[in-house]
Nanobody
Framework: QVQLVESGGGLVQPGGSLRLSCLAAGSIFSIYTMSWYRQAPGKEREFVARATSGGLTIYADSVKGRFTISRDNTKNTVALQMNSLKPEDTAVYYC???????????????WGQGTQVTVSS
């Protein structure tokens, strides 16, 4: 069994910062990518940022320069540092991992339960 557990959401004023964390736990052989997505009310889930096992990072244009994704491969964790937050960043944020579970088999996409981020004055 593999689980992704997020933490760190909350309410913040515009211009403020929040840090989200995600832990991949369970019987894991390897993790290829760890990503963050978000879904605002009435909208489809959208990509935010991705970190590969090799250290490559990718960002959505809407968060470039404001958000930073970081990954600790030794701890199977990924974090999203969010600065200069805007009301339009309000959404449920989901952690996603492309993971090969034990015993070794195929790679699967696993999702966390989501954490609410609200940017409002």
């Amino acid at each position: 069994q593999v689980q992704l557990v997020e933490s760190g959401g909350g309410l913040v004023q515009p211009g403020g910062s929040l840090r989200l964390s995600c832990l991949a736990a369970g019987s894991i052989f390897s993790i290829y990518t760890m990503s963050w997505y978000r879904q605002a009310p009435g909208k489809e889930r959208e990509f935010v940022a991705r970190a590969t096992s090799g250290g490559l990072t990718i960002y959505a244009d809407s968060v470039k320069g404001r958000f930073t994704i970081s990954r600790d491969n030794t701890k199977n964790t990924v974090a999203l540092q969010m600065n200069s937050l805007k009301p339009e960043d309000t959404a449920v944020y989901y952690c996603q991992g492309e993971i090969i579970p034990l015993p070794q088999s195929s790679m699967y996409a696993y999702w966390g339960q989501g954490t609410q981020v609200t940017v409002s004055s």
